[in-house]
Protein backbone atom coordinates (compact mmCIF):
# COMPACT_ATOMS: atom_id res chain seq x y z
CA UNK A 1 0.00 0.00 0.00
CA UNK A 2 1.61 3.31 -0.69
CA UNK A 3 2.11 5.83 1.53
CA UNK A 4 1.69 9.35 1.71
CA UNK A 5 3.24 11.02 -0.97
CA UNK A 6 4.13 15.17 -1.19
CA UNK A 7 5.41 17.06 -4.09
CA UNK A 8 7.46 18.83 -4.75
CA UNK A 9 10.60 17.42 -2.07
CA UNK A 10 12.27 20.38 -2.54
CA UNK A 11 10.95 24.16 -3.19
CA UNK A 12 12.96 27.31 -4.15
CA UNK A 13 11.21 30.77 -3.97
CA UNK A 14 11.86 34.57 -3.66
CA UNK A 15 10.44 36.75 -0.72
CA UNK A 16 7.02 37.86 -1.74
CA UNK A 17 6.17 34.78 -4.04
CA UNK A 18 3.56 32.41 -4.20
CA UNK A 19 4.26 28.45 -3.01
CA UNK A 20 2.22 25.46 -3.47
CA UNK A 21 2.33 22.19 -2.19
CA UNK A 22 0.99 18.93 -2.98
CA UNK A 23 -0.27 15.99 -0.76
CA UNK A 24 -1.66 12.64 -1.54
CA UNK A 25 -3.32 10.76 1.03
CA UNK A 26 -3.11 6.92 1.92
CA UNK A 27 -6.20 5.42 0.20
CA UNK A 28 -8.81 5.49 2.01
CA UNK A 29 -8.08 8.11 4.15
CA UNK A 30 -10.30 10.83 4.03
CA UNK A 31 -8.74 13.58 6.56
CA UNK A 32 -5.24 15.40 5.58
CA UNK A 33 -3.16 17.22 8.11
CA UNK A 34 -0.90 20.38 7.51
CA UNK A 35 2.11 20.67 10.00
CA UNK A 36 4.88 23.04 9.31
CA UNK A 37 8.49 22.41 10.92
CA UNK A 38 10.44 25.17 10.96
CA UNK A 39 14.94 24.67 12.20
CA UNK A 40 14.51 24.84 15.66
CA UNK A 41 11.15 24.67 16.59
CA UNK A 42 8.52 21.77 16.60
CA UNK A 43 5.80 20.70 14.83
CA UNK A 44 3.83 23.00 14.07
CA UNK A 45 -0.67 22.35 13.31
CA UNK A 46 -1.49 24.29 10.21
CA UNK A 47 -4.67 22.67 8.67
CA UNK A 48 -6.56 19.70 9.10
CA UNK A 49 -9.15 18.72 6.03
CA UNK A 50 -11.97 16.19 5.90
CA UNK A 51 -14.01 15.02 3.47
CA UNK A 52 -13.80 18.45 1.44
CA UNK A 53 -13.87 20.76 4.20
CA UNK A 54 -11.27 22.68 6.59
CA UNK A 55 -12.01 21.51 9.55
CA UNK A 56 -9.73 23.26 11.92
CA UNK A 57 -6.60 25.37 11.49
CA UNK A 58 -3.92 26.38 13.62
CA UNK A 59 -2.61 29.83 14.52
CA UNK A 60 -1.48 30.85 11.25
CA UNK A 61 -2.09 33.85 8.95
CA UNK A 62 -4.64 33.95 6.54
CA UNK A 63 -2.04 33.72 3.62
CA UNK A 64 -1.67 29.94 4.63
CA UNK A 65 -4.38 28.48 3.14
CA UNK A 66 -5.22 24.93 1.18
CA UNK A 67 -7.93 22.81 -0.46
CA UNK A 68 -8.58 19.68 -0.53
CA UNK A 69 -9.86 17.75 -3.47
CA UNK A 70 -12.70 15.09 -4.42
CA UNK A 71 -10.47 12.64 -4.63
CA UNK A 72 -9.10 13.46 -0.99
CA UNK A 73 -5.59 14.49 -2.05
CA UNK A 74 -5.02 18.53 -1.17
CA UNK A 75 -2.82 21.61 -1.69
CA UNK A 76 -1.48 24.24 0.65
CA UNK A 77 -0.89 27.33 -0.52
CA UNK A 78 1.32 30.23 0.76
CA UNK A 79 1.11 33.15 -0.43
CA UNK A 80 3.08 36.34 -0.11
CA UNK A 81 6.14 34.33 1.23
CA UNK A 82 8.77 35.43 4.03
CA UNK A 83 11.75 34.87 4.89
CA UNK A 84 10.44 32.62 7.96
CA UNK A 85 8.23 30.67 6.25
CA UNK A 86 11.34 28.43 5.28
CA UNK A 87 10.53 25.30 6.67
CA UNK A 88 9.68 21.58 6.03
CA UNK A 89 6.02 21.13 5.41
CA UNK A 90 4.51 17.60 6.64
CA UNK A 91 1.31 16.38 5.45
CA UNK A 92 -0.46 13.34 7.14
CA UNK A 93 -3.51 11.46 6.64
CA UNK A 94 -5.48 9.14 8.61
CA UNK A 95 -8.43 6.76 7.94
CA UNK A 96 -11.37 9.15 10.12
CA UNK A 97 -11.27 12.32 11.47
CA UNK A 98 -8.74 12.35 14.34
CA UNK A 99 -7.69 9.09 13.98
CA UNK A 100 -3.75 7.89 13.48
CA UNK A 101 -1.89 10.37 11.73
CA UNK A 102 0.60 8.92 9.18
CA UNK A 103 3.20 11.34 7.46
CA UNK A 104 4.61 11.87 4.28
CA UNK A 105 7.76 12.98 3.58
CA UNK A 106 7.76 16.45 3.20
CA UNK A 107 8.47 19.33 1.37
CA UNK A 108 11.59 21.45 1.85
CA UNK A 109 10.62 25.26 1.26
CA UNK A 110 13.69 27.89 1.26
CA UNK A 111 12.40 31.33 1.12
CA UNK A 112 14.98 33.12 -0.51
CA UNK B 1 -5.60 24.69 25.98
CA UNK B 2 -4.18 21.02 24.98
CA UNK B 3 -0.34 20.50 25.76
CA UNK B 4 2.44 17.99 25.63
CA UNK B 5 5.83 18.52 27.01
CA UNK B 6 8.74 16.23 26.52
CA UNK B 7 12.36 16.10 27.59
CA UNK B 8 14.04 18.12 24.98
CA UNK B 9 17.49 17.00 24.87
CA UNK B 10 20.04 16.05 23.15
CA UNK B 11 20.22 12.55 25.08
CA UNK B 12 23.13 10.59 24.39
CA UNK B 13 23.57 6.94 24.76
CA UNK B 14 25.72 4.64 24.48
CA UNK B 15 24.56 1.06 22.85
CA UNK B 16 22.66 -1.51 24.43
CA UNK B 17 21.73 1.60 27.20
CA UNK B 18 18.15 2.04 28.41
CA UNK B 19 16.28 4.41 27.23
CA UNK B 20 13.58 6.79 28.69
CA UNK B 21 12.12 10.19 27.21
CA UNK B 22 9.43 11.40 29.43
CA UNK B 23 6.22 12.91 28.39
CA UNK B 24 3.83 14.66 30.23
CA UNK B 25 0.38 16.29 28.64
CA UNK B 26 -2.10 18.52 29.63
CA UNK B 27 -5.76 17.79 27.86
CA UNK B 28 -9.33 17.92 29.06
CA UNK B 29 -11.12 14.66 28.61
CA UNK B 30 -9.63 11.33 27.22
CA UNK B 31 -6.95 12.13 24.59
CA UNK B 32 -5.14 9.36 22.23
CA UNK B 33 -1.30 9.67 22.84
CA UNK B 34 1.13 8.84 20.23
CA UNK B 35 5.24 8.24 19.80
CA UNK B 36 6.22 9.33 16.65
CA UNK B 37 9.62 9.36 15.35
CA UNK B 38 12.11 11.15 12.55
CA UNK B 39 14.90 9.75 11.03
CA UNK B 40 17.48 11.78 9.03
CA UNK B 41 16.22 13.76 6.46
CA UNK B 42 12.37 11.97 6.26
CA UNK B 43 9.27 12.63 7.48
CA UNK B 44 7.56 11.50 10.26
CA UNK B 45 6.92 7.51 11.06
CA UNK B 46 4.24 6.47 13.69
CA UNK B 47 5.97 4.47 16.45
CA UNK B 48 3.71 3.48 18.83
CA UNK B 49 -0.21 4.62 20.14
CA UNK B 50 -2.10 4.38 22.83
CA UNK B 51 -5.75 5.02 22.79
CA UNK B 52 -7.09 4.75 26.59
CA UNK B 53 -6.10 4.54 30.26
CA UNK B 54 -3.42 1.95 31.21
CA UNK B 55 -3.23 1.04 27.18
CA UNK B 56 0.10 -0.42 26.60
CA UNK B 57 1.75 1.05 22.80
CA UNK B 58 4.59 -1.38 21.93
CA UNK B 59 6.75 -1.48 18.42
CA UNK B 60 10.38 -2.53 17.52
CA UNK B 61 11.14 -2.84 21.41
CA UNK B 62 9.93 0.45 22.32
CA UNK B 63 7.28 0.80 24.81
CA UNK B 64 4.97 3.55 26.09
CA UNK B 65 1.82 3.01 28.84
CA UNK B 66 -0.65 5.95 28.57
CA UNK B 67 -0.89 6.85 32.44
CA UNK B 68 -4.04 9.09 32.91
CA UNK B 69 -3.51 9.23 36.94
CA UNK B 70 -0.25 10.50 36.06
CA UNK B 71 -0.89 12.34 32.72
CA UNK B 72 2.22 10.55 31.06
CA UNK B 73 3.12 8.61 28.28
CA UNK B 74 6.79 7.73 28.84
CA UNK B 75 8.65 6.16 25.82
CA UNK B 76 11.49 2.58 27.14
CA UNK B 77 13.38 1.11 25.22
CA UNK B 78 15.48 -1.75 26.75
CA UNK B 79 18.68 -1.67 24.66
CA UNK B 80 19.23 1.02 22.09
CA UNK B 81 21.21 0.69 18.63
CA UNK B 82 22.70 3.34 16.66
CA UNK B 83 19.83 3.22 13.78
CA UNK B 84 17.59 3.98 16.91
CA UNK B 85 19.37 7.97 16.28
CA UNK B 86 16.27 10.20 15.85
CA UNK B 87 14.30 12.65 16.81
CA UNK B 88 10.95 11.42 18.49
CA UNK B 89 8.13 13.34 18.98
CA UNK B 90 4.90 12.48 21.53
CA UNK B 91 1.91 14.04 20.26
CA UNK B 92 -1.90 13.48 21.45
CA UNK B 93 -4.91 13.72 19.76
CA UNK B 94 -8.13 14.97 21.01
CA UNK B 95 -11.84 15.76 19.89
CA UNK B 96 -11.44 18.79 21.43
CA UNK B 97 -12.81 21.86 19.14
CA UNK B 98 -9.98 24.41 18.46
CA UNK B 99 -7.04 22.40 19.39
CA UNK B 100 -6.94 19.60 18.00
CA UNK B 101 -3.64 17.90 17.67
CA UNK B 102 -0.63 18.92 19.62
CA UNK B 103 2.89 17.83 19.26
CA UNK B 104 5.98 17.72 21.86
CA UNK B 105 8.65 19.68 21.23
CA UNK B 106 10.81 16.37 20.49
CA UNK B 107 13.48 14.64 21.87
CA UNK B 108 17.12 14.13 19.85
CA UNK B 109 18.35 10.93 20.89
CA UNK B 110 22.28 10.28 19.28
CA UNK B 111 23.13 6.64 20.31
CA UNK B 112 27.12 5.72 19.69
CA UNK B 113 28.81 2.78 19.18
Known amino acids: EAGVTQSPTHLIKTRGQQATLRCSPI?????VYWYQQALGLGLQFLLW???????NRGNFPPRFSGRQFPNYSSELNVNALELEDSALYLC???????????FGPGTRLLVL | GDSVTQMEGPVTLSEEAFLTINCTYT??????LFWYVQYPGEGLQLLLK?????DKGSNKGFEATYRKETTSFHLEKGSVQVSDSAVYFC????????????FGPGTRLSVLP
Open chain 1, 49 to 55: YDEGEER
Open chain 2, 27 to 32: ATGYPS
Open chain 1, 92 to 102: ASSLAPLGTQY
Open chain 1, 27 to 31: SGHTS
Open chain 2, 50 to 54: ATKAD
Open chain 2, 91 to 102: ALSNDNYGQNFV
